[in-house]
């Protein structure tokens, strides 16, 4: 089984503002650190709805993420990381079938690409807290992440302790 990490959607302007996305930050460097000292394989994804996105700085990968330059970055227009992306093909040409998922935002993209991977057959592992969002009309951040968290668990993914994500 080959693992992957998949940082999804950090970007400067959701990382700013979303809920407690220092302590995601901290738990997604935790994780790069794991990965790369393990030689697992860390590939980004970066929501572009429009051509011109590319250019704005609000919607750049975010330097936290202190991204290596060999490292892919895979860009998308819709929720899932897979619709109109080469991320399948590439993952099944590396024989890739366990993902950690992580990042922004829980309801939309996270929620998408771990339904649509359990479609896919990939095993998953979403890491607990390292995936967040921003309060919604009827919601706080922290519900939706929480309600989430246990629809993913055991359904779809395993939530699993950050720190015991390469173990």
Same mark, same amino acid.
């Given at each position: ?10 970007? +400067? *302007? ?7 996305? +220092?302590?995601?930050?901290? $738990?997604i ?5 794991? =990965?790369?000292?393990?030689g697992?394989?860390? /590939?980004?994804?970066?929501?572009? !709805? +429009?051509?011109?996105?590319? =250019?704005?700085?609000?919607w750049? /990968? ?6 290596k330059?060999? !490292? $892919?970055? @895979?860009?998308? #227009?819709y &929720?899932? *990381?897979? $619709?109109?992306t080469?991320?399948?093909d590439?993952l099944?040409k !590396? ?5 950690v998922? %992580? ?5 939309? %993209?996270?929620?998408a690409?771990? #339904?649509?991977?359990?479609? @896919?057959?990939?095993?998953l592992?979403?890491?607990?807290g ?9 919601a706080? =951040? !922290?519900?939706? &992440?929480?309600?989430?968290q ?9 939530? /699993?302790?950050?720190?015991n *994500?390469? +173990?």
């Open positions: 089984m080959k693992t992957a990490l998949i940082i999804i959607d950090v970007q +400067n *302007i959701l990382v700013e503002t979303g809920f407690q996305s +220092n302590k995601m930050m901290d $738990k460097s935790f994780l790069q650190h794991q =990965a790369r000292s393990k697992i394989e860390i /590939l980004y994804i970066q929501h572009m !709805e +429009n051509p011109e996105d590319s =250019a704005l700085e609000d750049q /990968l975010s330097p936290l993420l202190n991204r330059s060999d !490292e $892919k970055v @895979f860009q998308k #227009k &929720n899932s *990381i897979f $619709k109109e080469a991320l399948k590439y099944d !590396e024989d890739i079938d366990r993902l998922l %992580c990042g922004m935002q829980t309801e939309y %993209c996270i929620d690409s771990v #339904k649509v991977g359990f479609e @896919f057959d990939y095993k592992v979403i890491p607990e390292a995936f967040t969002t921003f309060d919604g009309e009827d706080s =951040a !922290e519900k939706i &992440n929480t309600f989430y246990k629809i993913w668990d055991g359904r779809f993914a395993k939530v /699993l302790d950050y720190k *994500i390469f +173990n």
